[in-house]
């Protein structure tokens, strides 16, 4: 019965659905070795189920599975592990797209597990594999020992083989036959020896007629004859090695070629003078012939550089020339000689270019040579013109500097690329091969190939082409102009951090020459303070640019240390000017209508000019604060941007090179700049950039995990002076604000209450009744000092609004950094989850804070340093206390104590002196008794004086 249609799709597809089930649980499982064994697992079940879709299903799992093979192949290619998991879960089409691609999370998972079950296959695959060869090993090895004992055994019997076949042919030679070949062996041996005698001989014999032939050849200008019959000479010269002869002949060798040099200089003067390639062509190989190789390229060298050296020599200098070496006529600086000096020793190098190449066989490193030569030639030298340079500009010699190594650069790139042309002109092109081909430029491309392939890094994928064409460039014959060049200039490179400190304080003494401060009142300091800052900000950000330029970010250190002692200096100027002038100042300025509302405090129009004063420092101090966090960002970002460039470099040195010029990148990575303190300043700013990234990147590659980084500012001693500073004003601030109230305690230690004989604790009366007293009236001064205490609120309500009072409020006296935590805490009620950002908030941002905060910190600083004066300057200047006058004491501390907890502020001297006054002489006694032996207590030791408790 025929089935239904529905019937009929369901056979078909069901047993595609279970061989799609057989094969996919089988093959992650299979062995990856045992590919036959898979393919017919597979076959079986394609028999098994069959189905029309079996054959594509076969298809497409079996490529899965030999994809599987390549990845693990593929792990033997990476040297790190890393690496190979980054290739492997990347997409397919990651490579052509020109941006990262973001992977699902789940797809990512998928991936890693299915890598997951791979590796467990091959490594237990690898381990089954592993323990078959021990096995076999260890199944061979016996048989080894048999084997070599056999191989032994059959060499010995060899060996008497080939020993007797070796007599028997001897004993098949009849003794007239072996006698008659040893007599020819012999004949023969002396026959060659005869001929090697004879041709000694005849060498021998024409050193008799050397210095004739050779004398008469020069003056037939037979130069390359007398040549080479000089180098026949010298061949035989071993002839009377460790012998009388050889002296006398060596010396008559030497005194043959000097002639013969002496004959070819004039012409060889006149052919480099006249640029006849081809004499000096032939003169060179003459010159070569006879071991003078180098002579003639002193000779070629000294006539082609001459006017270079010239040029150099009698260069009317400005700037960096003696007095008395200048001549008259039109001077110039050394930064207009530079560039036109080095175009022409570019012209130079441009018409030798192929001069150099017609006529020495090795072109580069002729150049080098030369380039070399005559930078080593110039008088005087480069250094010391430099150096008569620096002297003359002085303190603001980096700037000078700077364009005469952007001009060397600029030379040294344009000598590469004259170079490049000269190793294009020197090697063929690699289509033109052929029997033509001369074998000694194909040689020399095979020498170049190798050295190429030996000094290219292992990290570097590229292509032979390029490897050729960099290895010449990259030699050391090639290399040595380059440094040459700039080797003048890395002692002043590495003496960076001391010319941009000079440069730097060159600038600030020119902006104060120009600072017309004695014109300027002493309130409008505070703005000069802004205005100045923006000038020297404005030098400093030049800086950056500077230390890239000359030194290409190895000078980081030095530019920091430049940078941070440059403002220092600057703040701590302002600080000594302002200690000197903030307490000695007269100025008075019009009270504001605030003032007035507060005319009931003991302040006068001096105090109210003094505090305002302050204020406005205050806040030009906290503009300075910005402006140097802003510029410590920037700061960051450069440094940043130099490790950039210091990664990169390592990375891929041919294509991001550190300099202009590779010799001038090695000086700068062999000098000291390139010190562990630089690389620890980097690595700490880099680190600092990852921190804050997150653990994976767009394109998912895997990266190892940062710590997170607490980095230290980069202008700690500038910070630590602008702390200074906001101290300076703030210690003024306080002294001016509670100048009443120390000016009510000036006669409070001498007052009669003290030494009162009056027991104000009971008062008799007129029929000896004893009535009790239970308290007693505060002293006129301490009510006057509690007004002014109580009044302080209200002082700050006026200036509530001036952001200034906020600014470094943890350097204000007796308010540290926990007291400031607290204090925010209590008063603002901040949420927990803002707790770690607190700190930030108060010293970074201090707008932000609350008024009320602020108003407190001020509060409790001004208590703190009240009292102190109070508990530390006034109360030990009492000279004695009776009873009555202790508890009259008693009595004004008590009452202070409730004012100042009124400001939140409690003291634990006033405390002390408080309960120690309050004591009888029992009690006071004993307490002195208890605390002999423990820590001494200077307020219990004063007020045991005062009371007389000691015997």
Known sequence: MPLSPPKAWAMCILPSLIYVELVEKFLPFGRLSETSGLVKALAYCADLVGGIWAPPVTLRLLSRYYLKIHIIKSLEQYDDVISWINDVLTPSDADNSPTPLVIDLAELDYQITQLLTTLDIASEDTSVQLERIIDDVSRGVPRLAYDLHFMKDGASTLQNALLGVLQRSKDAVPKETSDALDNLHQLDTIKVRMEASREVLREA????????????????????????????????????????????????????????????????????????????????SIFSIIQRESEFRNYYYGSRRSTILSLWENAPLLDCDHPRTTTAGSLQSFADFLPAFYSNFTAVLNSERT????????????????????????????????????????????????????????????????????????????????????????????????????????????????????????????????????????????????????????????????????????????????????????????????????????????????????????????????????????????????????????????DWSSIQLSLHLLASARTVSDRMSIFETKLKAYLSQIAGNFRMSLNDPANFPIAASKGESQLLEQSTLNSAELHALLANVENEGIAREPLFSASLRLQPPVPAVNPDPLLADAKKALSTFAQTCQSSTTKTILSPLRNHLIGYASLPAWRSTIDTSTVTSSSDLRVPTFSLSQTETVQKVAEGLLNLPRLFEVYADDDALAFSLDTLPHIGSETLHNLSEYNLEIPTQQSHRRRSSVFVKPSTIDPEVVSSAWLLSLGHTFLEHLTSDVLPAIPSLTIAGAAQLASDLEYLTNIVRALNVEHDGLEKWKTYVSMDADEGRKTLGESSSDVFDPILDRVAKLRGWRS
Not at 507 to 524: G, K, M
Not at 587 to 598: G, I, P, Q
């Open 205 to 284: 014999e024409s050193w008799s007629t050397l210095e004739h032939e050779v004398t008469s050849l020069i003056l037939e200008k037979s130069y390359a004859k007398a040549a080479e019959r000089l180098s026949e000479a010298n061949r035989s010269m071993v002839v009377f090695q460790n012998t009388p002869e050889y002296d006398p002949r060596r010396t008559l060798m030497v005194n043959l070629q000097n002639q013969l040099e002496a004959a070819l200089s004039t012409a060889l003067v006149s052919a480099i003078n006249a640029q006849d390639s081809a004499s000096c062509r032939e003169y060179f």
């Open 355 to 606: 001069s150099i190449a017609s006529i020495f066989p090795d072109p580069i490193p002729t150049l080098s040579q030369f380039i070399s030569s005559t930078i080593t030639s110039l008088q005087p030298t480069a250094p010391q013109r430099l150096d008569l340079y620096i002297a003359y500009h002085g303190e603001s010699a980096l700037v000078h500097l700077i364009p005469a190594l952007r001009a060397t650069e600029d030379f040294a790139i344009d000598v590469e690329k004259i170079i490049e042309k000269v190793k294009y002109a020197a090697s063929p092109p690699s289509r033109q091969v052929g029997r033509s081909a001369p074998e000694k430029p194909q040689a020399h491309r095979r020498r170049s190939s190798r050295m190429s392939i030996s000094l290219r890094p292992t990290h570097q994928r590229l292509s032979s082409s390029i490897g050729v064409n960099r290895a010449l460039t990259e030699s050391p014959d090639s290399m040595e102009w380059d440094q040459e060049l700039f080797q003048p200039f890395l002692n002043f490179q590495t003496d960076y951090g001391s010319l941009e400190r000079r440069f730097l304080d060159h600038s600030l003494l020119e902006i104060i020459s120009n600072d017309t401060r004695d014109n300027v009142s002493f309130s409008d300091r505070p703005r000069l303070f802004r205005e100045r800052a923006v000038d020297i900000f404005g030098i400093a950000e030049g800086s950056m640019a500077r230390c890239k330029s000359f030194t290409y970010g190895y000078g980081s250190v030095g530019l920091l240390q430049a940078l941070d002692g440059f403002f220092q200096s600057f703040i701590d100027m302002w600080t000594a000017d302002i200690q000197t002038e903030l307490y000695n100042s007269a100025s008075l300025a019009k009270v504001s209508a605030s003032d007035n509302e507060l005319s009931d405090l003991d302040y006068t129009a001096q």
